[in-house]
């Protein structure tokens, strides 16, 4: 018993070594969104589109990830990204949502929260001075809810739950410091779909840190008995990644 424990205990030190930790801070601009079509409940609700009904103004956002790297290909990852967007306006005809009926062509606004906690785990099958390709799996916990509100009715439905995805990662780094990236997390099935992909390029300040800059897209939904629910929502943004 104590060999193993010994055996374990070289494996993390040497693991320790090699290893380094990676802030990746992201912020900048939710734009807008294409769609955000809402049924709830799935029997007996309007289908509503918020996006087309209503009004959304630009909002800032943040995440966060923290990478832990061993070997320069084995990352492990935690991310942090909430995310709540108002819409305001008026409904062009009556929209029953949660039981509750929100009458046409009153003063409305919608909350909608989407607030996404992750752990990754990624392998780079590719990582040398000019490619880093890689792909895993992600555990994702979605808190989620949506609350229309008016000056008489007020109501709110709250979806909370776990969704695995695939993690993909594709860097290009022709010269020393400019490069494109491509990543996210996306998986679908019958019951729906999760899209969560940044495009954009790269720049080098240093060894130790890296500017991003281009576009976000989160985009899915679900049509199950309780909700049907299908959005798509776009992100203008930058972030710097710092190695500790």
């Not at 992201?26 to 079509?37: A, D, I, P, Q, R």
């Not at 969704?163 to 594709?170: D, G, K, M, S, T």
Request: charged share 25%; net charge positive; aromatic share 14%.
């Amino acid at each position: 018993m104590r060999k193993i424990y010994l055996f374990v205990f070289i494996l993390l030190c040497l693991g320790k070594a090699q290893a380094q930790i990676r802030l990746d801070l992201e912020s900048g601009l939710v734009l807008g969104t294409n769609y955000n079509k809402i049924r709830i409940p799935n029997a007996g609700g309007t289908l509503v589109d918020i996006a087309k009904e209503l009004d959304v103004k630009p909002k800032v956002f943040f995440r966060l990830r923290a990478d832990y790297i061993i070997n320069n290909r084995h990352h492990i990852s935690a991310l942090y990204a909430p995310l709540t967007v108002r819409y305001d306006g008026n409904f062009s005809e009556d929209v029953r949502f949660n039981n509750v009926v929100f009458a046409a062509n009153r003063p409305v606004s919608v909350d909608y929260k989407f607030n996404s906690y992750r752990l990754t785990y990624r392998y780079d099958f590719v990582a040398n001075e000019h490619w880093r390709i890689g792909a895993g799996v992600t555990a994702k916990i979605r808190d989620a809810n949506v609350r229309f509100k008016n000056n008489e009715q007020d109501t709110n439905f709250d979806n909370f739950g776990f969704v695995p995805l695939i993690n993909f990662y594709a860097g290009w780094k022709p010269t020393q410091r400019w490069g494109l990236l491509i990543e996210g997390d996306a998986l679908g099935s019958k019951q729906g779909r999760a899209e969560d992909i940044f495009g954009g390029i790269t720049y080098a300040l240093g060894e130790q840190a890296n500017l991003k800059l281009g576009y976000r897209v989160v985009e899915g939904g679900a049509d199950v008995d309780r909700v049907y629910t299908f959005n798509w929502i776009n992100y203008a943004s930058v972030g710097i990644v710092v190695e500790l």
